[in-house]
């Protein structure tokens, strides 16, 4: 529910085909790929490997992007099958905007690791300090994050319940070691998106979790002042940039 793919994430190291590869190893039906506001590790897989590669068949394989607003951190985004939106892959909107964006097409959406790293959490940005009730436009929570603390994937889920939201767990992986380290399991068949979507909505996840990762002193320097503000400082020069183009795709995303 949470993985990234050095098809579609900078900082990934493993393959989609390696991924899959060690998923079934150890039992897993399936994967929702979520790259960092980008499908190209999905659509590689969709046009390289599905179909074509023996060794990935019998396992299923969702489109997702862990998008990074401008506001309130990084989420998971779930669209319907066979909407690829130009604007989910441009960071930078806001958090309303991007509610508006993906609740109009269809789609769903939750925080990514809601109380992890200060620098692409939800709980750690001022818009949602100031009141965590706007996340109950979201449709589900990241219970578990194996990067996160306990203390952070308890806080989560306390959250959520609060909230009335369902949790999801996921690895978080960009590495080979830490995947197939969470779960999340449902009470029925997931063949495509639309029926993860459906799922979701009408709370059909019977369990979740996994196995939070060694915490090592530098884990302690991703909360640094120089971490945390330099990314953000980061994440909105990209997303002043991409801001012209950004707006015009977001208009065809409200109105087609």
């Known amino acids: 529910m949470h993985c990234h793919t050095k098809e579609g994430s900078i900082d990934a190291k493993i393959s989609i085909k390696d991924y899959i590869k060690i998923l079934k190893s150890k039992g897993f039906d399936g994967m929702l790929v979520t790259d960092h506001d980008s499908y190209k590790g999905y659509r590689y897989w969709r046009s390289n490997l599905n179909g ?10 969702l489109m997702g992007v862990e998008y990074d607003t401008c506001d309130a951190g990084h989420f998971i985004v779930i669209m319907p099958d066979g909407v690829e939106l130009q604007v ?77 939201l369902p949790c999801t767990g996921g690895s978080d ?10 779960y999340t399991d449902f009470s029925c068949n997931i063949t495509c998106n ?11 996840i019977i369990n979740f979790g996994g196995q939070e990762r060694e915490f090592l002193k530098k884990h302690i320097k991703r909360n640094s002042v120089f971490a945390t503000y ?16 950004r707006s015009m795709m977001k208009y065809l995303a409200l109105t087609d």
């Open 173 to 182: 992986s960009h590495k080979s070691e830490y995947v197939g380290s969470a």
């Open 88 to 164: 989910l892959q441009i960071r930078g909107m806001s958090y309303d905007s991007l509610t508006e964006v993906v609740h109009k097409n269809g789609g769903i959406l939750g925080p990514a690791h809601p109380f992890g790293a200060r620098s692409s959490s939800a709980m750690f940005c001022n818009k949602l300090m100031r009141g965590s009730d706007v996340l109950s436009m979201c449709d589900f929570f990241e219970g578990f994050n194996t990067c996160e603390t306990r203390i952070a994937n308890q806080a989560a889920i306390t959250c959520a319940s609060r909230l009335g």
């Open 194 to 204: 639309n029926d993860m979507i459906d799922a979701i909505k009408s709370d059909r």
């Open 52 to 61: 074509v590669d023996k060794s990935v068949e019998d396992f299923t394989v």
């Open 230 to 245: 330099g990314f953000r400082s980061y994440n909105r020069a990209l997303g002043v940039l991409f801001s012209p183009f």
